[in-house]
């Protein structure tokens, strides 16, 4: 970046909008906010394929306050997600190295529900040569009663980052003030204007090449 180690904080998308990864290309680290509630109408758990059709995850029921790290599958999930997928006829064939490797995420071991949807964010980064490092909130051990804003100065101090950059839609939650009273610079993104609000279909469709460069051509930093 530009000499300031630069933090974005996000929850971890089902294979979201393009306009998520310019977080990625303007930070040096990239953390995936897992230890927040979910959010049921959010797009942790579901993707948008085509204009209001969304590629939902089979979760298991939990508690209205579990937390992201904390979520579970349902019973038979494999077996519920391959039909899913198969009513947006993915994966499809891939034709690509990119395509293949996330159809065979797609395909594969569940594992665990959120190293599913990190390892899904890893591959869409790699594909598009993203090289901020990505880790994990959970993992910083920063004061759990820390709420709002106030948690994510923490995470920021915690890596000792000097400047944090957001989404556009994050202006009414934070206060510069507070973030400069912490040493830290506080920036936003333009809104996403993009070409490629649906990510999971331009990536079997072969687009990866428009889909870096829609990533960088829009990733500029609002006033």
Known sequence: MTGKLTIAVMQPYFFPHAGYFRLMAASDVFVVFDDVQFPRRGRVHRCEMTPGR??????????????????????????????????????????????????????????DVTSFLENGLRLVADALELKANILRSSSLGVDPALRGQARIIGIVRALGGQRYINAAGGRHLYATENFQQAGIDLQFLVPYAGRFPHILPAFFGNNLADLRDDVRNTCQWGP
């Open 54 to 111: 969304w590629l939902t995850l089979p979760l298991a029921p939990m508690p209205f306050d579990t937390q992201i790290k904390d979520l579970r599958w349902a019973d038979g999930a494999r077996t519920a997600l391959d039909k899913r997928l198969a009513a947006f006829g993915l994966p499809g064939q891939a034709t690509t190295p990119a395509a293949e490797r996330i159809s065979r995420h797609l395909t594969g071991s569940l594992g």
